[in-house]
Nanobody, 123 residues
């Protein structure tokens, strides 16, 4: 079992940056692969980024490649998503997720979810 709490969302102008953070508690953080997903109004939840247990493997959704960076600090039990060059279409609720085992990029592979953090990008 692991509990996840996101922070760092907010309102930003297009072209700006935000950094989301997710703090984990419960089981040993390094035993979980971590992911970020997002859901815009009226749309399905989509994959944004994922990172392996050691941090050595990263994966990104096509729409955020080159703009977003996922990282983790196992000593602090946190995972972060640095978002640069934000666009209005990045507006969504962003969720942190965890799974035991190898990193995956689909929502149904993740058993643990945070409550979400709103990111709004104005044009």
């Amino acid at each position: 079992q692991v509990q996840l709490v996101e922070s760092g969302g907010g309102l930003v102008q297009a072209g700006g940056s935000l950094r989301l953070s997710c703090a984990a508690s419960g089981r040993t953080f390094s035993s979980f692969s971590m992911g970020w997903f997002r859901q815009a109004p009226g749309k399905e939840r989509e994959f944004v980024a994922a990172i392996s247990r050691s941090g050595g493997l990263n994966y990104y959704g096509d729409s955020v490649k080159g703009r977003f960076t996922i990282s983790r600090d196992n000593a602090k039990s946190t995972v972060a998503l640095q978002m640069n060059s934000l666009k209005p279409e990045d507006t969504a609720v962003y969720y942190c997720a965890a799974r035991t085992g190898m990193v995956q990029t689909t929502t149904d592979e993740y058993a643990y979810w945070g409550q979400g953090s709103q990111v709004t990008v104005s044009s």
